[in-house]
């Protein structure tokens, strides 16, 4: 796994394990970590502030101003981020307008997943870097009418360390874990499951086929968040999929997640805040 120079220098300052326990709202609506204790380096405090003031800045641009529901997606490589998403789209009602961001190493493989269902895509190759940040995603939306927007998915390069720092501004970050990952992954990246806000657990169809014990997968991403929401699926023969759906959907009838921030009107949010499933 490749790190950046920015997320070594941020572990080498910060370390791991200073996260507080977030408190649910605080935890949905960050737009990076606290560092109150970093005393050690104002130039990390400077990089982790920029980044952090981006994605606040793009949250309110992208969400408050062109009212557009973003949802990003994270996990491992081949987790099934990107078949979950193509579940999702297909069940948006036609007159959705959706768009796909796409970070990968290389390659543009998902993004033409993505462009056989119809949505618009951004294609971001980031190269060396193992995540997508706030400048990488404002460069993607360049490629977007947001005003013709509704809904936007982005899928984060697969990788289980380094995007937890880097949020985006989304209104809800969403992890993705397989069985084949093994099921102690979430006891090894618990971080991770700090920095979301609801986590898939998916093929859970061939969970016996490689010894995962998915109640434990759960009870272990509990432990880690308590009320955080787990979704088991098979994003592959679609199933499990509606619950998540409806999970989003709520999130955006809600409005759960502005608080804190101040200057908001999301009055123009609730005219597509039902999303009927197909089936
Ligand atoms: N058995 C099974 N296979 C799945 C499931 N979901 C996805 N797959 C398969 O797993 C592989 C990886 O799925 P992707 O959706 O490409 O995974 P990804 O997380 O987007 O991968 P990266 O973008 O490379 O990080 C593909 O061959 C999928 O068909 C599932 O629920 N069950
Ligand atoms: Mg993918």
């Not at 948006?92 to 390659?107: F, K, L, S, Y």
């Not at 809600?254 to 101040?262: A, I, K, L, S, Y």
């Amino acid at each position: 796994m490749h790190r950046t120079p920015i997320d070594r220098l941020l572990a080498a300052l910060f370390g791991r394990s200073q996260r507080s326990q977030r408190a649910p709202i605080a935890r949905a609506h960050r737009f990076g970590h606290d560092h109150d204790e970093s005393t050690e380096s104002e130039a990390a405090d400077d990089v982790l502030a920029q980044f952090r003031e981006q994605a606040q800045a793009l949250h309110e641009e992208v969400v408050h101003d062109h009212g557009v529901f973003v949802v990003e997606f994270l996990g491992a490589t081949g987790s099934g981020k990107t078949t979950l998403v193509e579940r999702l789209i297909e069940r948006a009602p036609n007159d959705e307008q959706i768009g796909v961001v796409v970070g990968d190493v290389a390659g543009d493989d998902d993004a033409s997943r993505f462009r056989d269902h119809g949505v618009s895509v951004a294609n971001v190759t980031t190269g060396k870097e193992c995540h997508l940040d706030p400048g990488l995603l404002e460069g993607a939306l360049s490629e977007f009418d947001l005003d013709e927007l509704d809904r936007l998915y982005v899928e984060n390069v697969g990788n289980m360390v380094c995007p937890a720092d880097f949020p985006l501004g989304a209104q809800a970050r969403v992890l993705v874990v397989s069985t084949t990952e093994g099921d102690d992954v979430v006891r090894k990246h618990p971080l991770l499951f700090e920095a979301c806000d609801a986590a898939v657990v998916n093929k859970v169809d061939i969970a016996d086929a490689v010894g995962a014990d998915l109640d434990r997968m759960a009870a272990d991403v509990q432990d880690v968040v308590p009320d955080m929401d787990v979704f088991r699926t098979n994003a592959r023969a679609d199933e499990g999929v509606d619950d998540l759906a409806s999970f989003l959907a709520n999130l955006r009838t809600g409005d759960h997640h502005h608080h804190g921030h101040g200057n908001h009107d999301h009055a123009h949010d609730d005219h597509v805040g039902t999303h009927d499933h197909h089936d």
